[in-house]
């Protein structure tokens, strides 16, 4: 029987052994490349974005023609940064001041949910810098001696807000609005340190006045989905599929013509605070002290604060 | 230069069978140990204990229903269309038979999105049901959906093959002595090519049961409702270890026991001796 198994597995991988024929399983790669990701979130940069806070780009032409793009090979000079999805919209603006704060310089991202970044790092996966939304993430991986000692700073904040698509097919106007029945709402699964943060703001609410017990069951059984990042749980509102999703402040003013907002009161949100870290296997750490220099310096700063971002 | 005359002839055949072992054995173990290192991470004590997690038995339980009703579907309504379409000659025959074979092949995270933009409630078809108050995206029912739209290719293609390869002189026969279509079908073609339909089923059943990227992306990922196995897999792998190892265990029991029941149905018949 069970060689009979084998014998179909052989056959049903007939190409597969036709292809490697004897080569045993293959020694995977050192340095696996981090999955590119898409900055199409970029295009819709928001007006507001003060094009004057930067230097004039002064493009590493040279760098460019002389070297055929060596884009993963981890050479000093370029950064893999696993970043928080939350900082999808804001990334390649990211990447296009760091670049020309330190020309030579490039930086990679490889934007997913925290709690899933930090399970490849823990995996093995290679990368210079980790940009978390969660403390309780950035605790885990520096009890795990994953990051370079000293270099573990709070990089900014963000506090949740409510967001509809535009259109507002539920006419939700206010936070108790959720609780109506047949309102679809999204949030991120509480893995997700924007679904850690959703979940205090909606504990938070239920204990004040207005809101209660009832209110907080309404608004749970409302819930259609618990996504696994936060631009997901955006990506549901946008598309209409939802009428209500709970993600970062930072989303909304990125694409406030995507959405509407019903603010959530400071003295029952939640702060969830970014951490930025050198990782310690990292080969290149000056280039990936710069990046961290960039991200906390003035300019880094302002950027983040212009996609709505809460400074520190 | 005849071979031989190099390597002494006791040597060749050594070397031939050091090759073939050596293939084998490369081959199956390039498939089978990853599935084998599932079972060497965690302890028994360890899988019984996240076994009677609520997650894990809500996740197995929406899974084996939601496949077992996909399947259902799709042998109701893809016996009689494999049937009617082998049996039919009509214009666009070929193009009807590479668009069912399409999920085979589209990635389905791509087929999730294809739902989502059709039945979601701003949907082209969504939209109207969304004005007589049926939901459809984010329900059990989206999961159904998106399972019967990738599994169920590996059941219509068996079907085909089954009714085209089938001799028709059974059924003509049956004809003359006077039986109905039906009956003809019904007692003749479905019992004589039931061992292929059922492999073909459980092909698809254990399709459905894999079933993640359409689903993740079209019913969203909610325990109990929408969070079948794979989902919650996925989301195990990265907030509870232990729960997405149980899980990923439960499915390949479930997927080996797959397999060996479509190799004892397509097994052929025994030849009497």
Known sequence: MIIGIVISLLLAT?????????????????????????????????????????????APEAKATSTPKPVYTYSEG?????????????????????????????????????????????????????????NAYTNELTKGNYFVPGTVKPLTSNYVIVILPKNNPAGITSLSDLAKPGVKIAVADKSVPVGTATTAVIGNLAKSAGYGKEWNSSVTSNIVTYETSEPAVAGKVELGEVDAG???????????????????????????????????????????????????????QQILKDYGFSPL | MK???????????????????????????????????????????????????????????????????????????????????????YPGKVLVDTLIDLPLVLPPAVAGFALLVLYGRMGLIGQYF??????????????????????????????????????????????????????TFLTIT???????????????????????????????????????????????MESNFNLGLTISILLVIISFLIMIAVRILTKPEVPHA
């Open chain 1, 246 to 300: 709970f993600v970062y402040e930072s989303t909304y003013i990125a694409g406030k013509d995507k959405y509407v907002a019903i603010s959530v009161p400071r003295a029952v949100n939640y702060l969830q605070t970014y951490t930025i870290a050198v990782m310690k296997d990292s080969t290149s750490k000056g280039a990936a002290s710069d990046f961290e220099t960039f991200m906390l310096s003035a300019n880094g």
């Open chain 2, 130 to 183: 969304r004005m007589l108050g049926i939901p459809i995206a984010f329900t059990t029912l989206a999961v159904i959906m998106a399972q019967i739209f990738v599994a169920s290719p590996f059941y219509l293609r068996q079907a085909k093959s089954l009714f085209e390869q089938f001799d028709r002189s059974y059924e003509h026969t049956a004809r003359t002595l006077g039986a109905t279509p039906l009956r």
């Open chain 1, 14 to 58: 007939a190409c597969i052994a036709g292809c490697t024929s004897g080569t045993p399983a293959p020694a995977t790669t050192s340095a696996t490349p981090a999955p590119a990701t898409s900055p199409a979130v970029a295009e819709t940069a928001p007006p507001t974005l003060i094009e004057t806070a930067l230097p004039t780009p002064a």
């Open chain 2, 190 to 236: 479905l019992p004589l090519t039931a061992g292929g339909l059922v492999s073909g089923a459980v092909m698809t059943f254990g399709r459905a049961l894999g079933e993640f990227g359409a689903t993740i992306m079209f019913a969203g990922n909610l325990p109990g409702v929408t969070q079948t196995m794979p989902l919650a897999v996925y989301v195990g």
């Open chain 2, 3 to 89: 071979p031989s005359s190099l390597i002494p002839e006791q040597y060749r055949r050594l070397l031939l069978y050091a090759g073939a072992v050596f293939l084998v054995l490369s081959v199956t173990l390039y498939l089978a140990l990853p599935v084998a290192a599932l079972f060497f991470r965690t302890t028994p004590e360890l899988f019984w204990a996240s076994l009677s997690d609520p997650l894990v038995i809500s996740a197995l339980w929406l899974s084996l229903t939601t496949s077992a009703i996909s399947l259902f579907i799709v042998i109701l309504v893809g016996t009689p269309f494999a049937y009617v379409h082998s049996r039919s000659v």
């Open chain 1, 78 to 134: 370029n950064v893999v940064a696993y970043t928080a999805a939350s900082l999808s919209g804001v990334s390649p603006k990211l990447a296009e001041g760091f670049e020309t704060m330190y020309p030579g310089h490039k930086v990679v991202f490889n934007l997913a949910g925290t709690q899933a970044l930090k399970t490849q790092v823990q995996n093995g996966a290679y990368c210079d810098v980790f940009i978390s939304a969660s």
